[in-house]
């Protein structure tokens, strides 16, 4: 069964930091792009970071500077470096990923979501 698994949540006060990872698994060729997403109280799910398999990064305005995405092919992972950390960071973070399962075959998978929240 083809799955993300994400870890590395918790509490942290303001300025602090955190990192997080989330695995593939299951019968996967080739992994494309992957990324973190999060979604807050109240509100909709919202891009947070992403990364090519070619290692090309994109983030939210609200993050640059602050978070790091990266990625282990080999390992199959990702992972976001989350530094200077806010209360409005605290949310449900989300991995995904497009994973080629099959020849010319790719779908996107969720992983479960990690909860981090920041005190003041």
């Known amino acids: 069964q083809v799955q993300l698994v994400e870890s590395g949540g918790g509490l942290v006060q303001a300025g602090g930091s955190l990192r997080l990872s989330c695995a593939a698994s299951g019968r996967i060729f080739s992994i494309n792009f992957m990324g973190w997403y999060r979604q807050a109280p109240g509100k909709q799910r919202e891009l947070v970071a992403t990364i090519t398999s070619g290692g090309s990064t994109n983030y939210a305005d609200s993050v640059k500077g602050r978070f790091t995405i990266s990625r282990d092919n080999a390992k199959k992972m990702v992972y976001l470096h989350m530094n200077s950390l806010k209360p409005e960071d605290t949310a449900v973070y989300y991995c995904?990923?497009?994973?080629?399962?099959?020849?010319?075959?790719?779908?996107?998978?969720w992983g479960q979501g990690t909860q981090v929240t920041v005190s003041s």
């Open positions: 995904n990923a497009d994973l080629v399962i099959a020849m010319s075959t790719s779908r996107g998978y």
